[in-house]
């Protein structure tokens, strides 16, 4: 069949995308990486951009992990000795030793009792949430949370349903007081660091307001962390929005291998009971291949070097990148959000320009991303950089020049 109506009805609806400003478009198409060499980070060439190379100032590598040599060698090492491949999901024959290795270094890692891998962050998050949340909860989360965590609400089936104003502790402290005789349980979902901004959730009050309200529940307070951009990027040891916090743990933990630590795949960590549970109830993890054992090996050396001496040396020099750029843009009066995590928003403030000095960047060999009106609010356009540890200073400074340079700078 042709499908000639059905297309015409799907084309007319990303043609109406693209006018609003919300589409997505054409994929950047990496064809070639260049690694670091002297003071020169690792660049990326583009399909149709000859052999120009691009700084990366839009990858969640913030670690480098993904391009250190021990950590492909690890890889390349397991799918020699297991194949390429899972061949089935877990249950069936798709367990690997490295698959459990892992899980057991991330339950270390983290102080749970165990951990429990899968496909992806997002499929972690939908996994886990969905079998936890029946006709008998409150389900409680923050307005500015990660897509996984909104179509996970989405998707779940609970006696009700509150989305409060984003770090609102006033907000859920309420919410948590209205369910109370009514739900059996109450789960409480956020992100650890809301990544347009790089802000972080003040994880160390909503852990107090949820024990405070716990005894109130016959089935608890659960307390969900989405943490996937800030293991491995935020916290003296790289434990994420917990330890920057000083937070106690939370109930539930879900972060992902795929951005500080450089590989694939995302996990939970929580007790054994959650665990054998989740094994046994979420989609996501029983009907879905696991990732493949060569990148659970690669995973699995990206979290011992992130849980050492030379990690700990990672997170200094991420951190001493992310000031240097900080420090760079207020000298040039561009405004931006400080703080310790690797992403640094720069508040253009205005679609327009936006757009421009992302085509300026790109023309001088940066990519960036930019968020312009109607994907954020008038008033908050931004570029979102992200410093990753393998950028050099000869990296960041030129960048600034090239910042220095842009369109309008002289303009009073």
């Given at each position: 069949?042709?499908?000639?109506?059905?297309?015409?009805?799907?084309?007319?609806?990303?043609?109406?995308?693209?006018?609003?400003?919300?589409a997505k478009g054409a994929e950047a198409v990496v064809t070639a990486v260049e690694m670091p060499r002297g003071e020169r980070g690792p660049r990326v060439r583009l399909e149709g951009e000859g052999e120009r190379p691009f700084i990366r100032?839009?990858?969640?590598?913030?670690?480098?992990?993904?391009?250190?040599?021990?950590?492909?060698?690890?890889?390349?090492?397991?799918?020699?000795?297991?194949?390429?491949?899972?061949?089935?999901?877990?249950?069936?024959?798709?367990?690997?030793?490295?698959?459990?290795?892992?899980?057991?270094?991330?339950?270390?890692?983290?102080?749970?009792?165990?951990?429990?891998?899968?496909?992806?962050?997002?499929?972690?998050?939908?996994?886990c949430l969905v079998p936890l949340i029946d006709a008998g909860t409150a389900l409680i989360s923050d307005e500015l949370n990660h897509n996984s965590i909104i179509n996970a609400v989405r998707l779940a089936r609970p006696l009700s349903k509150v989305v409060y104003p984003h770090l609102d502790m006033r907000a859920l402290d309420r919410a948590l007081a209205q369910a109370a005789g009514k739900a059996r349980r109450a789960v409480?979902?956020?992100d650890g660091i809301f990544s347009m901004r790089g802000v972080h959730a003040p994880v160390d009050e909503i852990m107090e307001i949820a024990r405070r309200h716990d005894r109130n529940f016959p089935e608890n307070v659960v307390v969900v962390l989405d943490d996937s951009h800030g293991v491995g990027a935020i916290g003296a040891t790289g434990r994420g929005t917990e330890e920057y916090t000083g937070a106690p743990p939370v109930d539930i933990l879900v972060a992902t291998l795929g951005k500080a630590l450089g590989v694939n795949g995302g996990y939970v960590a929580t007790n054994a009971a959650l665990v054998r549970y989740l094994r046994e109830s979420a989609p996501f993890y029983i009907y879905s291949n696991p990732i493949t054992p060569g990148e659970a090996r690669a995973a699995l050396k990206a979290v011992e070097i992130l849980d050492s001496g030379e990690g700990r040396q990672l997170l200094e020099r991420?951190?001493?990148?992310?000031?240097?750029?900080?420090?760079?843009?207020?000298?040039?009066?561009?405004?931006?959000?400080?703080g310790e995590h690797p992403v640094v928003p720069l508040m253009i403030r205005d679609t327009a320009r936006t757009h421009e000095l992302v085509r300026h960047l790109r023309d001088h060999g940066i990519l960036a991303t930019g968020l312009a009106f109607p994907v954020v609010p008038r008033g908050d356009e931004e570029i979102r950089?992200?410093?990753?540890?393998?950028?050099?200073?000869?990296?960041?400074?030129?960048?600034?020049?090239?910042?220095?340079?842009?369109?309008?700078?002289?303009?009073?």
């Open positions: 069949m042709p499908l000639d109506r059905l297309t015409d009805v799907l084309d007319g609806h990303v043609r109406e995308l693209a006018r609003k400003g919300t100032l839009n990858s969640n590598s913030y670690l480098g992990m993904g391009l250190r040599p021990d950590v492909i060698a690890a890889e390349e090492a397991e799918a020699r000795a297991s194949g390429a491949g899972p061949g089935a999901v877990r249950f069936i024959s798709g367990t690997y030793a490295a698959h459990v290795e892992l899980e057991r270094r991330l339950a270390r890692f983290h102080g749970r009792e165990e951990a429990m891998l899968f496909s992806s962050a997002y499929a972690a998050v939908v996994g409480v979902v956020t991420l951190r001493a990148l992310t000031r240097r750029f900080e420090d760079g843009l207020m000298r040039l009066g561009i405004e931006v959000l400080q950089a992200q410093i990753n540890a393998d950028h050099t200073e000869t990296d960041i400074d030129y960048v600034l020049d090239v910042l220095a340079n842009r369109p309008g700078a002289g303009d009073t």
